[in-house]
């Protein structure tokens, strides 16, 4: 219980410590962008230092880093079509999403969880 506290105190400070940075930058598309990924993962984090140890929290965010890259190859690859086949975001998501899976178990295969 006192985990889930934690992890609600923890999080709750570090979502308004990003949303306050991104109400000064400009555009204010950054606000969603940094106030959600960064700050769940930096509180995940913590917890993991605080349970596990650092090296367990190495590990972790080894494997976050390895899905940012996922995610920013099955961004590219769902704008590509979404500009170039004109198809809808729905279908685009759907059929990109072994995108993502792929480059993420792959850099796993290839590089491990950090350890």
Not at 5 to 21: H, K
Not at 93 to 106: H, N, R
Request: aromatic letters at 10%.
């Amino acid at each position: 219980m006192t985990e889930y506290v934690i992890r609600f105190i923890a999080g709750g400070l570090i979502v308004s410590a990003f949303a306050t940075l991104s109400d000064m930058l400009r555009p204010k598309s950054f606000a969603g962008l940094l106030g959600a990924a960064p700050s769940v993962a930096l509180a995940t984090l913590g917890i993991a230092v605080v349970r596990h140890g650092a090296q367990y929290a190495a590990a972790e965010s080894w494997t976050m880093m390895y899905g940012a890259v996922a995610l920013a190859c099955y961004s590219l690859v769902v704008c590509q079509l979404l500009m170039r086949s004109r198809i809808n975001a729905l279908p685009a998501t759907i059929v990109s999403l072994p995108v993502w899976l792929f480059v993420a178990f792959g850099l796993l295969a290839g590089f491990g969880g950090g350890r």
